[in-house]
């Protein structure tokens, strides 16, 4: 496209934006204002089956300090500029570090990264959005601190602020990452800085140990939102357990998911098996230690048969049940009795600890996401069917046996439909499930990317139709999932939307809100 | 900078009618802050361990040390990402950084440690 930008705001000419980015930069500085295809690229790159055109940003601004996004907001406000904003800027599969819609300006926040308080007594944190997981870790470990992080599976390159402000999910005890956030401080469009909770009173001190505040609880409103940029983030650190135990446990069959959910669900609701459990199939595993042409070559899914015998060749069940036990030696004893009685009582489970599956590079990788260590070995996913392709299918789902085999054969019998493979896993819950499910495709064949977007539509469709909804989404389908959502639901969104940010500068587009 | 929001930035903006007052109106609850200047990275080795290691020293990527690669085709490949491999931003390794590491990768030898750091 000619003209100065290589892409624009919806509406907004050129002398405009061109106005705009002048007054962005006397803000932040010539360099911290990104326009040049080149400096933009790395925000272009996604794993949707969507063009890259429809999500390529204008400009990306590199703010560090509230003041600066405090202005920013002023400019978008008089130029109608709408701006996406990003912490680390990791949202693989979900839309990465480009804008829901073509032509928004990216506010990467990336560089706005101290740890403002690590509290090894009350055990939390207090961050700016662009702090990584590793930049934390590091400093815990520095400080020779015990306490342990709770990371979603990129944890080395993401960070707490925005996997938890879009809600996403780690594997420790601390699993369900919005339930241990404690404080936020937010700039809302008007250039106001908002501290929610305790933040608000002055002279407060308990910010990050009391959730609540006073009057109705305003965190969740600013979470798979576009109400505000979250400038600071305070969060809950799980202390050190004395001893940690993780395990594995195999089931032969597909079927045998019920019997898993029946099992787990009442240790995991009475907090015996404390975390965040993941049951991973067999080919959300293989890709750690094996090659799908080896077993497959030609399209189409891969066959029943080749996953058996993926299974058989590299000591993986068709369900692996990672969980873990944390706490003193003698509590693991006695919990971990009660785990084995369990999963011993209708003899189909094989149940692995660190003495038999220690060097499998699958446990491996899954112990380090129950101690918050950094992993990013769970890439190995992209390499399954190669070419960059993936987007995340996660509907929720009771915790229930029968509940879960019912979306796991819904799943696979759609994907199978376009020649996908189902890659899935069921997480976190206590009374749910996040059925996790990596769409892996190749994105450099035009006809499978076709096919990709058709199936995942399809399994949106068919998915609420049966009542099912899905808890994240990425960047294409996100107006799709707003609608299962229902009318009032998307009203009460669009309300606060006119109220807190009346000219629609923020994020227009996410979660289906404008 | 220690706290924000003490100096109120006054900046009203009249738009089609709207008059949108920005003002830094934070609460006075001032974090007891720790470290008191963002990350800067320290060298092409320390990007190395800390974030391209993680892939491509466990078998993720492909082996990239040792194997002389153009500092050109590294930077490419960092700034656009390619297929598996995810871009990375100029906000996240800097233009130093990345000529560093991209440097430290193209010299280095495959048989050296470099491997990821805990
Ligand atoms: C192999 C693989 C495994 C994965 N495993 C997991 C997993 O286990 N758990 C999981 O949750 N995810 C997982 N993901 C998805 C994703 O990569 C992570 O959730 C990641 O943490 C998100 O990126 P981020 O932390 O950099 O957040 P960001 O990309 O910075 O933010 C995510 C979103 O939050 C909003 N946001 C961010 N910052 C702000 C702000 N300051 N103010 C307002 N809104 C904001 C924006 O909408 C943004 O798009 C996985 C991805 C891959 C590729």
Not at chain 1, 163 to 172: E, K, M, Q, W
Not at chain 1, 200 to 217: A, C, D, H
Request: proline share 5%.
């Amino acid at each position: 496209m000619a003209g100065k930008f290589i892409a624009l705001p919806k509406g907004v000419s050129e002398e405009s934006f061109a106005a705009a980015v002048a007054e962005f930069r006397r803000v932040l500085g010539q360099d911290a204002v990104l326009v040049t295809a080149e400096q933009l690229a790395p925000y272009i790159k996604t794993m949707m089956p969507v063009p890259d055109a429809d999500h390529t940003p204008s400009a990306a601004l590199l703010a560090t300090t509230v003041e600066q996004i405090q202005q920013i907001v002023g400019i978008c406000n008089q130029y109608k500029v709408p701006i996406w904003t990003i912490s680390t800027g990791r949202n693989f599969g979900y839309g990465s570090a480009a804008p829901a819609e073509r032509g928004q300006v990216v506010l990467d926040l990336k560089r706005m990264n101290r740890i403002l308080e690590v509290d090894p007594d009350l055990c939390f944190a207090l961050v700016e959005p662009g702090v990584t997981y590793k930049q934390l870790y590091d400093y815990i470990q520095d400080h020779r601190y015990p306490l342990w992080l709770s990371c979603p599976a990129p944890s080395a390159i993401a960070g707490p602020t925005g996997n938890t402000l879009d809600r996403g999910v780690g594997y420790t005890p601390y699993g369900e990452h919005f339930l241990f956030a404690c404080g936020m401080e937010v700039v809302l469009a008007t250039g106001e800085v908002l501290r929610t909770g305790m933040g608000s009173l002055p002279n407060s001190n308990t910010w990050q140990v009391f959730k609540w505040g006073y009057g109705p609880y305003l965190d969740g409103i600013f979470t798979q939102s576009n109400y505000g940029i979250v400038t600071k983030f305070g969060f809950w650190l799980m202390p050190a357990p004395p001893a940690f135990k993780p395990f594995v446990i195999q089931y032969e069959n597909e079927d045998d998911i019920v019997e898993i959910v029946e099992t787990i669900r009442p240790l995991r609701i009475s907090g015996v098996i404390p975390n965040a459990v993941v049951i991973a199939h067999a080919l959300y595993e293989a890709p750690t230690k094996a090659k799908r042409s080896d077993y497959m070559t030609g399209p189409g899914a891969i066959a029943d048969e080749a996953v058996r015998q993926i299974m058989k060749d590299h000591k993986l069940g068709a369900w692996n049940v990672y969980a873990a036990l944390y706490g003193t030696q003698e509590q693991i004893d006695v919990n971990w009795k009660i785990v084995t009685t369990a999963f011993s009582r209708s003899g189909k489970a094989k149940i692995l600890t660190e003495q038999e599956a220690g060097d499998d590079p699958a446990f491996q990788y899954r112990a380090a996401l129950m101690r918050g260590d950094m992993t990013l070995k769970e890439f190995s996913l992209y390499n399954w069917r190669g070419g960059g392709g993936s987007m995340w299918f996660a509907p929720v789902s009771q915790a229930r046996g029968s509940e879960t085999l019912k979306q796991m054969a819904m799943t696979k019998r759609i994907l199978g439909k376009y020649g996908l493979d189902y890659a899935g896993e069921f997480i976190v819950g206590m009374r749910d499930m996040h059925h996790i499910v990596d769409v892996l495709y190749d994105r450099t064949d035009p006809a499978v990317v076709k096919a990709a977007y058709q199936c995942f539509d399809e399994l949106l469709t068919e998915f609420s139709a049966e009542g099912y909804g899905t808890y994240r989404v990425n960047t294409a389908f996100m107006d799709k999932v707003a609608h299962t959502y229902g009318p009032v639901q998307r009203q009460v969104h669009k309300t606060l939307k006119k109220a807190l940010d009346p000219n629609g500068i923020l994020a227009p587009g996410k979660s289906g809100i404008r | 900078m220690k706290t924000i929001g003490h100096n109120a930035v006054v900046a009203c903006i009249v738009t089609a009618g709207v008059v949108i007052g920005s003002y830094a109106a934070t609460a006075g609850a001032a974090p007891n802050e720790g470290s008191g200047s963002g990350f800067v990275w320290k060298d092409g080795a320390e990007v190395y361990s800390k974030v391209c290691a993680y892939c491509h020293e466990a078998k993720v990527g492909p082996t990239i040390r040792g194997r002389r690669l153009d500092p050109l085709y590294i930077r490419y490949m960092v700034r656009n990402g390619n297929r598996a491999m995810p871009a990375f931003r100029a906000a996240e390794i800097d233009e130093e950084a990345l000529t560093k590491v991209a440097e430290y990768v193209s010299k280095s030898e495959i048989d050296r440690s470099g491997g990821a750091t805990q």
